[in-house]
């Protein structure tokens, strides 16, 4: 199990609320994005060297769960 308040951080003041990595302005959604766009985790690095691997995969575990929780409760 992941824990995300290491990783995760969501500060109101910050891009809109958004789930940000570790106090920074990247946001899960931007890493996401990235992804999505086709960059590979090792491209995301070497662009954002303040990331780390674990960032990366704790932001997909974290929006995964995200959309479990959504699922699950429109299921009941």
Request: proline share 5%; net charge negative; aromatic share 6%.
């Amino acid at each position: 199990m992941v824990i995300y308040k290491d990783i995760i951080t969501i500060e109101p003041g910050k891009r809109g609320g958004k789930p940000c990595i570790r106090h920074m302005r990247i946001t899960v959604e931007d890493i996401l994005r990235w992804l999505a766009s086709d960059m590979s985790i090792p491209e995301i690095l070497v662009d954002f060297p303040e990331l780390t691997r674990e960032d990366i995969l704790t932001a997909l575990e974290f929006s995964a769960e995200r959309q479990h929780r959504v699922l699950t409760a429109i299921g009941s």
